[in-house]
């Protein structure tokens, strides 16, 4: 059974840096093929694509936030981190992990974790 | 970035409807389109892969059909459990995107 995790800090200053790490169990991000995303939800709004790291570690970032964004993966813990520099309040949002496979779709996702920026 | 434009914004219908859902991309993605389900408070939830495969564990009664730029999400007839809010995301290039959403309510 896949499962994933989020956890980090539930409120950030503007200006900080937010670290995120997803900690997942059923599968490796060794193995050829898994890749794993992270996705953003403000309150009420859209889903949004940050970040992905695959197995070869190849990363990609979204446009509008690549300046601001970092992902990285520690294979023997099973954990993926996300960094994110400069907060602010537009950045109040659920940020979600989950495994991408690629054409199979992003699945499972975690359970989320909200992060509120304010000062 | 591929742009992926969902119609409508929201939606309200009835128990027994049949729904479709449209997802148009800003250029050709082939069949490199999933649908999400999203409940509130929840994670999504994949539904179909690949533009028409059903995620194993997801009711027959959703479907998906498109390629190129036009996709569409069917639900043959409603149920309760099915209001919610509807996300398409391509899968055809990075950055992934995702369509703005289409919420479905109880009419």
């Known amino acids: 059974q896949v499962t994933l995790k989020e956890s980090g800090p539930a409120l950030v200053k503007p200006t900080q840096t937010l670290t995120l790490t997803c900690t997942f169990s059923g599968f490796s991000l060794s193995t050829s093929g898994m890749r794993v995303s992270w996705i953003r939800q403000p309150p009420g709004k859209a889903l949004e694509w940050l970040a992905r790291i695959d197995w070869d570690d190849d990363k990609f970032y979204s446009t509008s936030l690549k300046t601001r964004l970092t992902i990285s993966k520690d294979t023997s813990k099973n954990q993926v981190v996300l960094t994110m520099t400069n907060m602010d309040p537009v950045d109040t949002a659920t940020y979600y992990c989950?495994?991408?496979?690629?054409?199979?779709?992003?699945?499972?996702w975690g359970q989320g974790t909200l992060v509120t920026v304010s000062s | 970035d591929i742009q992926m434009t969902q119609s409508p914004s929201s939606l309200s219908a009835s128990v027994g409807d049949r729904v479709t859902i449209t997802c148009r991309a800003s250029q050709s993605i082939r069949g490199h389109l999933n649908w999400y389900q999203q409940k509130p408070g929840k994670a999504p939830k994949l539904l179909i892969y690949?533009?028409?495969s059903l995620q194993s564990g997801v009711p027959l009664r959703f479907s998906g059909s498109g390629s190129g730029t036009d996709f569409t999400l069917t639900i043959s007839s409603l149920q309760s459990e099915d209001f919610a809010t509807y996300y398409c995301q391509q899968s055809y290039t990075t950055p992934r995107t995702f369509g703005q959403g289409t919420k479905l309510e109880i009419k």
């Open positions: 989950a495994r991408d496979g690629g054409d199979l779709g992003v699945d499972p």
């Open positions: 690949t533009a028409s």
